[in-house]
């Protein structure tokens, strides 16, 4: 059963650019959340979300971040017009959805450097 | 609002010392609270968990135990290992089923 799957791995963008980052949740995992990890500190909640649904999105920057999770497909976390601070890791998290405190597994993370 | 306050590193041992990193946590009601670890270019692995007071979480020699009444979940491990190096996150989950994370601690094995 293969894990959480990211790509790309790493993406360098333009300020002023558009960055497209994807997941795809372990095979039966019917929940995402994203989460980012700027440099030497932890991790931060950004959105949670379920198919077709934004659950919670209370971590997400007002304009120029969006995320999705459509039927059919990876969900995509989108940022537009990227600028130097959103340059950080931004890591994928799934869990099946059966309850409370469901484990959440976590992908290899995508690095985004802005120029 | 809940959070988690652990130990800043990095943390320098010596092959086979013993190994504590100290977490403490402020949340409302019960939370679950765990241990990642992410290794160099790694996404985050669960090294243990415990979802209720005096539960001990143990995996691949590491423990910690949820002590309600000092709101801390430290990680030990008798005997550490140059593998080990690694950056060590204290994490909770209060239900709401977003995990709120320490800054992470550096450890550093020597051989």
């Known amino acids: 059963n293969a894990g959480v799957m990211q790509n790309p791995r790493h993406l360098v963008r333009r300020r002023g650019q558009e960055a497209r980052l994807r997941c795809s949740p372990m095979?039966?995992?019917?929940?995402v959340y994203w989460y980012r990890q700027l440099p030497e500190e932890g991790l931060k909640f950004m959105v949670y979300l379920q198919k077709e649904n934004i659950i919670d999105e209370s971590g997400m920057p007002k304009e120029r971040f969006s995320a999705e999770f459509p039927k059919e497909g990876p969900s995509i976390l989108r940022i537009q017009q990227v600028v130097r601070g959103d340059s950080a890791a931004y890591f994928c998290a799934s869990s099946p959805g059966t309850g409370m405190n469901d484990e959440q597994f976590f992908g290899p993370g995508t690095r985004l450097t802005v120029l | 609002g809940d959070s988690v306050t652990q130990m800043e590193g990095p943390v320098t041992l010596s092959e086979e010392a013993f190994l504590t990193i100290n977490c403490t946590y402020t949340a409302t009601g019960y939370p679950s609270l765990f241990w990642y670890v992410q290794y160099p270019g790694e996404g985050l692995q669960l090294l243990l968990k415990a979802t209720k007071a005096d539960d001990k979480g143990s995996n691949k020699g590491f423990e910690a135990t949820y002590r309600k009444e000092t709101t801390s979940f430290h990680l030990e491990k008798g005997s550490v290992q140059v593998s080990d190096s690694a950056v060590y996150f204290c994490?909770?989950?209060?239900?709401?089923?977003?995990?709120?994370f320490g800054k992470g601690t550096r450890l550093h094995i020597l051989p």
């Open positions: 994490a909770l989950s209060g239900g709401d089923d977003k995990i709120i």
């Open positions: 095979k039966g995992h019917s929940h």
